[in-house]
């Protein structure tokens, strides 16, 4: 063999083993890291190294018992409660449930105490609206408000954890029929303070009209830091599951979120900043994972963006969407990373949504080695016409989407592969489309879009064409290998198309 030819191959042999090396190494970090021990779980994204710090707590232990708790109550709010902050003043520590059902009203979480929920235990919640009518800061549907007491709830803390092997139940069905009148009636009222810059402490909404309050979240941690969320199970709550708001390092790990009803997302990162969602399992009336950021001119005021999101190792059976953005964005929604996820039985798999008059910026996004099957509809969504039947915008600030990235997708079963839907002044902008294999009744459908790549699509359709352009600008398609001949594969039409084209190798 000539020297060259040898040295090229043992290129070869050193860059396969050194990747093996690597992949192993990086598997046995990730092993260690999502342990129970771990302090620090890394992550490499598209833009770093991100470096999760799970909270520690001192070895103190308090039984909820030991304040009197007793599972025949029909109310242990002052024992859990008084055992939480009697943690909290010693210097922090763990407060423990043991195993039984145990019935509470509304509680709030304290720095340094992590709420553990032992094998067989119940947190379960009233279901009595008056028992959370107290006036708490919040923010519904992305406005800043006064609203019923979320039924799990922290603001301002540090280092908060929920974690252990019980399960929270929210027994939501009992708020449930305030959802139409609520925003017929209620969110309308709340829009239009906003609007004329009312201050959140005097957006009342409980001083509304009896019977249309709006729903609280069931878990809601607000302006918290240092939080893990971690082994529970959770189940359906008045109407967002886990709601993190204004929050800055978190991790949520090895959750089990089954809900049903309207609105019940699972779990909610709304501006927050670095967190990880990871190895979580979703069955919900609603989105699953849904990122938000504030609605309209009071996510404009409070400017606050989600940022530094990574999703890995998570899966669903059901619900609207898998992993979602929007659609209440208006502060901006940026450096969300998803990767190693499988979603089924979803709507949509992976859905970005806004609107003319949320204005707002989403940009680099990143989805990866993701495997969907049988969604319902779209198996990659991008809308920015998206209808909204309770807060329609009163303005015409125009969204903006730019760097999203699909890599290493798998789908079958879908309605649809993929739609896009930009708007004729602000284009969906800076699209790749990478080493896809996807099989659908619909192939895919783009339109007012700019600068978009497809490369190694392997798509399989029932429609004639395989990709259909409407109005897009700089659209190449490489590598596609279909169900119908590369020179059928490409629909051209709409009035304003430049250098939409097929790139021969």
């Not at 094998?119 to 800043?144: C, H, I, Q």
């Not at 669903?316 to 209440?328: D, L, N, P, Y």
Request: glycine share 10%; charged share 25%; aromatic share 6%.
């Amino acid at each position: 063999m000539p020297k060259r030819a040898m040295s090229n191959l043992r290129r070869a042999v050193m860059a396969v083993i050194c990747a093996t090396i690597f992949w192993a190494c990086g598997a046995d970090k990730q092993k260690a890291d999502t342990g129970q021990t771990a302090k620090v779980i890394e992550q490499q994204t598209p833009w770093g190294l991100e470096r999760f710090v799970l909270p520690e707590f001192p070895d103190r232990i308090i039984a909820i018992t030991e304040m009197g708790a007793d599972t025949a109550s029909a109310n242990n709010q002052k024992a859990i409660q008084k055992a939480i902050d009697l943690c909290s003043e010693k210097g922090g520590g763990t407060v423990s449930l043991p195993a039984g059902v145990w019935r509470t009203s509304y509680l709030e979480l304290r720095d340094n105490v992590n709420l553990r929920l032992e094998k067989g235990s119940v947190l379960s919640f009233s279901d009595n609206p008056d028992d959370y009518a107290v006036p708490t800061f919040t923010r519904w549907e992305g406005m800043e408000c006064m609203n019923y007491h979320p039924l799990l709830y922290a603001k301002g803390k540090k280092n908060i954890a929920i974690t252990g092997k019980g399960r929270i139940e929210g027994n939501g069905k009992a708020w449930w029929h305030m959802a139409r009148k609520g925003k017929k009636i209620t969110l309308p009222k709340l829009y239009t303070q906003a609007l004329e810059g009312v201050a959140p402490k005097d957006r009342n909404c409980l001083e509304y009209e009896e019977g249309s309050f709006l729903r609280p979240s069931m878990i809601q941690l607000i302006n918290c830091e240092n939080i893990l969320v971690q082994g529970i199970e959770i189940g359906s709550g008045p109407m967002w599951t886990t709601h993190f708001v204004y929050c800055k390092n978190v991790v949520a790990q090895r959750l089990k979120v089954r809900t049903n009803g309207h609105n019940n997302d699972g779990l909610t990162p709304d501006s927050c900043e670095k967190m990880l969602i990871d190895d979580c399992d979703f069955s919900t009336g609603d989105d699953c994972i849904v990122i938000k950021s504030g609605l309209n001119e009071d996510g404009w005021r409070v400017g606050k963006p989600s940022s530094r999101i990574v999703i890995r190792n998570s899966k669903t059976k059901r619900g609207h969407g898998g992993v979602v953005i929007g659609s209440e964005m208006s502060g901006g929604v940026n450096k969300v990373y998803a990767l190693n996820c499988d979603f089924g039985g979803t709507d949509r798999g992976l859905r970005v949504k806004s609107m003319k008059g949320r204005g707002g910026v989403i940009e680099d996004i990143w989805f990866e080695n993701i495997q969907m099957k049988n969604i319902r509809r779209e198996a990659i969504m991008l809308n920015m016409r998206y209808g909204s039947s309770s807060t329609p915008p009163r303005g015409d600030k125009v969204p903006v989407f730019r760097n999203f990235n699909f890599k290493n997708i798998v789908s079958t079963g879908s309605k649809h592969a993929v739609r896009v839907v930009g708007l004729p002044e602000s284009n969906v902008d800076g699209m790749n489309f990478e080493n896809m294999r996807l099989q659908s009744k619909k192939g895919i459908e783009v339109s007012d879009i700019s600068d978009c790549v497809f490369d190694s699509l392997e798509l399989k359709a029932e429609t004639p064409s395989l990709i259909h352009v409407k109005d897009g600008n700089n659209i190449a398609v490489k590598r596609l290998y279909g169900s119908v001949p590369v020179s059928e594969a490409l629909l051209i039409s709409g009035e304003k198309n430049k250098d939409v084209r097929i790139v021969k190798d």
